[in-house]
């Protein structure tokens, strides 16, 4: 459960960074926290789907630490980065 947690917390913290590095795909903090929390909720959903998570006995691996970690980072900034694009896309068709 804890690597979950980390994940999407990393996920949020990884949704932000993206839309403060990346203007134009930014959607507002509310929203690029959202997005990262969804990012780094499938990104730590896949890991555990890997087998990257808690040991047999419950106790917490340092690669699951660091994988749910990345997987937060990774997985809220790309879902940001998509619905960002996405947005801008129809925005421009529109």
Do not use: D
């Given at each position: 459960m804890l690597p979950l947690i980390v994940s999407l917390l990393t996920g949020a913290i990884g949704g932000l960074a993206a839309g403060h590095l990346i203007k134009n795909i930014?959607?507002?903090h509310l929203v690029n926290a959202i997005c990262g929390i969804l990012g780094g909720g499938i990104g730590g959903t896949l890991l555990g789907l890997l087998g990257i998570?808690?040991?047999p006995s419950?106790?917490?691996?340092?690669?699951?630490?660091v994988?749910?970690?990345v997987s937060?980072?990774?997985g809220g900034t790309v879902v940001l980065?998509?619905?960002?694009?996405?947005?801008g896309a129809v925005k421009k068709a529109a």
């Amino acid at each position: 459960m804890l690597p979950l947690i980390v994940s999407l917390l990393t996920g949020a913290i990884g949704g932000l960074a993206a839309g403060h590095l990346i203007k134009n795909i930014s959607l507002g903090h509310l929203v690029n926290a959202i997005c990262g929390i969804l990012g780094g909720g499938i990104g730590g959903t896949l890991l555990g789907l890997l087998g990257i998570t808690a040991g047999p006995s419950g106790a917490l691996t340092a690669t699951a630490v660091v994988g749910s970690i990345v997987s937060g980072l990774v997985g809220g900034t790309v879902v940001l980065v998509v619905v960002g694009f996405v947005l801008g896309a129809v925005k421009k068709a529109a």
